[in-house]
């Protein structure tokens, strides 16, 4: 079975949901808690690329306002989310190549599903 990954903030109740509802289906994720250990730009880039930019990330964090970022410019919210990762949206969940954002928790089963069928 490939990897299942979750990007995750455990302080989140959206996040643990989902790490609960990987694990209740026998599911043993790996678990990056992007906050202690941010992306790199690549990662980053990699990441987002599944994504319309306004989903990906958390445009109404106070940094978002008070660094003066909008969702027209990619590479440079990309930077801040590098230096900020409070501003990435969470949960994610990757898996055989699709990645989907955990709100509600229950869309992760899509991706499964999508990625087992």
């Known amino acids: ?6 990007y995750h903030n455990p302080r989140c109740s959206k996040s643990r949901e989902t790490l609960k509802l990987l694990h209740d289906k ?3 994720p790996v678990i990056v808690e992007y906050l202690k250990r941010p ?3 690549d990662q980053l880039r990699a990441l987002s690329a599944h994504f ?6 958390r445009s109404g964090e106070t940094i978002f306002k008070e660094w003066g970022l909008s969702l027209s410019d990619k590479e440079k919210l990309l930077t801040a989310m590098h230096k900020a ?5 969470r ?7 699709k ?4 709100r509600p928790p229950e869309k992760v089963l899509t991706l499964l599903n ?4």
């Open 52 to 57: 319309e930019l306004k989903e990906f990330v």
């Open 1 to 6: 079975m490939e990897t299942i990954t979750i």
């Open 26 to 28: 026998g599911l043993k």
């Open 39 to 41: 992306l790199s730009l």
């Open 91 to 97: 949960p994610i969940v990757t898996y055989r190549g």
């Open 85 to 89: 990762p409070i501003l990435m949206q």
């Open 114 to 117: 999508e990625s087992m069928a």
């Open 99 to 102: 990645a989907v954002i955990g």
